[in-house]
């Protein structure tokens, strides 16, 4: 039986009401985003039709996930907010704390002994307010959602960007912060900007080499990293539904690297086949009562182009595989073209290592085609080239993909198995062949590739690929090979070819745990009691920010202005800062250690207007915030890319930072500044970003007017006393507003519930 089937009834008997209720209120047939969205309203009574990318709208959603990482930050605000359980469904999930190093067995003891204080902390307070706790070990939280949690039509938030996976189930699964997910356990709305919405068209079948991932990596390339912002990519079509579900899993995963609100797909027969061999025959059954529900109405999909915002077609049979990287997730390169742009950009051709897993790729399916491209290799008498290491994606996929004997090929191939976790998705690698800045190579199957992120070298080239082309390729040991053209040597001297993959969508015998690791909150946990030691370095009790004095700010000066890419990486670096997610003070020494300074290109390397000299970006904002003097981060275009982490916002309030000045933002991270307080302002002319100067000294003349719709003057006077006037826009709502008054929506709920 399915957890929380009850909920899952009630979402389902509501919702044939409430989608022809909002075919009514909208007067056209609907698409599933609007059918979830609308059927997911806080105010069931609304008639409302809401315009997509402008009005703000209150949702219900059915549950709420959290990782280890930023589980800490957002459950130590909901211990502020002084209720007794969590209202909706809520789980926490250990998965980002574990170092990759030595393999499972030695890595995941070490874990628990290194960060034991963490993971006893997320316990005890899981148990006391009635979330359910996936220990260590026990999976990658977007894996474990969709095995056991994620339902057809159904609403989820999660604090982790890539929460979207669950679209591969058929929900609206949108990462947030941490404080938004702590509006949601404290029983009040959650609040987004109606989506626009982009139709992905899929036709033809995926075949040979071609996988669900290839869908993602093209779609990157059309979409770029901010061209789904504010959308839900809703994905359909003959091609969609000749996929398997967790290839739909991926492709919504990845949709947060275009900046997408979510990505979805109709309820189909593969979503009832994953239901069933994951023990939720009864969702399945429910789900097939109101099946036309679950998906778009048909006239939408017979003329996309009347409803969907923007509309792109992919032909699955056309579909070359491809690899994106490296740097950044958006350059797609078909592999047939990597010979020729690996060369002209000077990409060590060289492959060290070949990751698979992450929650993106670490499905049944995606082992079991893996698995036959390194069985061949074992066949053939091919020596790989590169290291394998191979993170299963939970507990469920390790034992079963042990028993079907999966794991015994990569270990045929020498591969090191990592715990069931993030692991070297999020810098948890100790990597042992290469220490130093050289210039290398990897591949993997992950979502992100940003600079430094799975080994902390800026010199790492990380490539994206499906998991059976990463295998082929490091098994190779080139960057430019192309299976479908080139011979490999093998042991006995002879010229061999791979063959195509083979996989298997589920496992034929079914799928198997002894210990799934999970661990049930108590029914009555009012008796619990939640230590935080008072010297811990790893966790600290949170001191509310201060309301705003409703005055203009002025005499604000430059911390940093970042030049280019300045990604949530940069701004709060993951690796070995994790250990610090649950200590805002300590974590603070990272902030923007990553991001480049726009005067001298250097990373970590600031001027103090107060000094005239050069430090560290966090040291320069300390000695700004002792002063007393308010300071203004500047950035470029899509500021706060990539994670949900609020770490990002919280750290520059709690280092006096009062207000970053972007050309544009990415959508979690704008709410979260929002959220913790922070003023989170754009460009009106993006060329007034070329305006600023390292001396600059910021005024807000119009702030203590800060109104919906009324653009902002920020004047700025540079070092020689000369002035420049201009506008900044910004997105901020009334109770948003309120939010800013208050010092944080934090403080706002304390209010609240104190009255
Ligand atoms: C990531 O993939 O960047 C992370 C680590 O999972 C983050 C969350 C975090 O920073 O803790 C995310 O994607 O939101
Ligand atoms: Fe973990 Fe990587 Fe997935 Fe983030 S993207 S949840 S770090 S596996």
């Not at 069931?44 to 997509?52: E, I, L, P, T, V």
């Not at 002063?627 to 982490?645: F, K, L, M, Q, W």
């Amino acid at each position: 039986m399915a957890y929380d089937i009850d909920m899952i009834k009630k979402v389902y008997s509501q919702m044939a009401d409430r989608v022809n209720k909002a075919r009514e209120v909208v007067g056209n047939p609907l698409t599933l985003s609007e059918k979830i969205l609308y059927s997911h309203l806080w105010d069931a009574d609304s008639n409302q039709a809401f315009k997509r990318g402008k009005d703000y709208v209150d949702f219900a959603p059915d549950r709420i996930a959290c990782q280890d990482a930023t589980a800490q930050m957002a459950l130590l605000q909901f211990m502020q907010a002084g209720k007794k359980n969590v209202a909706v469904p809520t789980t926490v999930h250990c998965d980002h704390l574990i170092q990759a190093k030595m393999g499972a067995a030695i890595d995941l003891v070490s874990a628990n002994k290194t960060s034991h204080e963490v993971f006893d902390f997320l316990e005890s307070v899981s148990n006391k307010y009635g979330i359910g706790f996936w220990k260590p070990g026990a999976g990658i939280i977007h894996q474990v959602v969709l095995e056991n949690y994620a339902f057809p039509g159904g609403m989820m938030i999660g604090t982790d960007s890539h929460t979207v996976n669950a679209g591969g189930l058929g929900m609206v699964a949108i990462g947030v912060g941490g404080a938004d997910a702590v509006d949601v356990m404290a029983g009040m709305a959650w609040e987004l900007k109606f989506p626009k919405l982009i139709g992905v068209k899929l036709t033809g079948k995926l075949s040979g080499w071609t996988s669900a991932k290839d869908v993602i990596l093209k779609v990157a390339g059309i979409l770029t990293v901010k061209g789904g912002t504010g959308a839900i990519i809703e994905y359909f079509g003959e091609g969609a539904r000749s996929m398997s579900c967790t290839g739909k899993g991926t492709i919504c995963n990845m949709g947060a690297e275009v900046g997408a609100t979510t990505s979805t797909f109709g309820y189909d027969d593969s979503m009832e086949r994953y239901l069933n061999a994951t023990n939720r025959a009864d969702v399945a059954a429910a789900a097939n009562e109101i099946r036309e529900h679950l998906t778009g109405d048909d006239e939408v999909y017979a003329n996309p182009e009347q409803y969907f915002d923007e509309l792109i077609e992919i032909n699955l049979s056309e579909l070359k595989p491809h690899l994106n990287g490296p740097f950044t997730p958006d350059l797609a390169t078909p592999i047939s073209e990597m010979r020729v742009k690996a060369k002209e950009n000077d990409w060590p051709l060289k492959v060290d290592w070949g990751l698979i897993g992450s929650c993106t790729n670490s499905s049944y399916e995606d082992l079991t085609r893996a698995a036959s491209i390194a069985k061949q290799a074992v066949d053939k008498k091919i020596k790989s080239k590169s290291d394998f290491g191979i993170n299963p994606g939970s507990e469920t996929i390790r034992y079963t993909a042990e028993r079907d004997g999966l794991l015994q090929i990569f270990e045929d191939l020498d591969a090191t198995i990592f715990t069931n976790a993030c692991g070297p998705c999020i810098g948890q690698w100790d990597r042992s062949d290469r220490k130093g800045d050289e210039k290398n190579t990897i591949v993997h199957s992950f979502n992100r590739n940003f600079s430094k992120r799975a080994d902390g070298n800026p010199n790492t080239h990380a490539f994206v690929g499906s998991p059976e082309m990463v295998a082929a390729i490091a098994i190779s040991g080139r960057l430019d090979f192309d299976p479908t053209r080139d011979k490999l040597l093998n042991e006995d001297g002879e010229e061999v070819m791979l063959d195509e993959p083979t996989g298997i969508e589920l496992p034929p015998k079914g799928f198997d745990v002894k210990d799934p690791g999970y661990v049930a909150p108590s029914d009555n946990g009012s008796e619990v009691v939640i230590k935080v030691a008072k010297d811990s370095e790893r966790l600290q009790l949170l001191e509310p920010f201060e309301p705003w004095d409703g005055k203009n700010l002025t005499g604000v000066k430059l911390l940093i202005k970042a030049f280019g890419k300045c990604t949530t990486d940069h701004i709060s670096m993951a690796g070995p800062w994790l250990r610090y997610r649950g200590h805002l003070d300590n974590i603070s020494n990272n902030m923007l250690i990553g991001a480049i300074n726009a005067f001298n290109k250097k990373t970590n390397f600031v001027k103090s207007q107060i000094s005239g000299e050069y430090d560290g970006v966090p040291a320069v904002a300390r000695k700004y915030k002792a002063a007393g003097v308010p300071t203004i981060v500047v950035g470029d275009h899509n500021y706060g890319e990539g994670s949900s982490r609020e770490h990002a916002a919280m750290e520059p309030r709690h280092l006096g930072v009062k207000v970053v000045l972007v050309k544009s933002f990415a959508r979690i991270h704008e709410t979260n500044l929002k959220k913790q307080g922070m003023l989170g302002i754009t460009f009106v002319n993006e060329s007034d970003y070329d305006l600023i100067q390292e001396d600059d000294t910021f005024n807000f003349v119009d702030l203590a007017e800060f109104a919906p719709d009324n653009p902002l003057t920020i004047e700025v006077v540079h070092a020689d006393g000369s002035k420049d006037t201009f506008k900044a826009n910004h997105t901020y709502n009334d109770s948003q507003i309120e939010w800013y008054k208050q010092g944080s929506a934090l403080n706002l709920i304390k209010i609240q519930n104190n009255a």
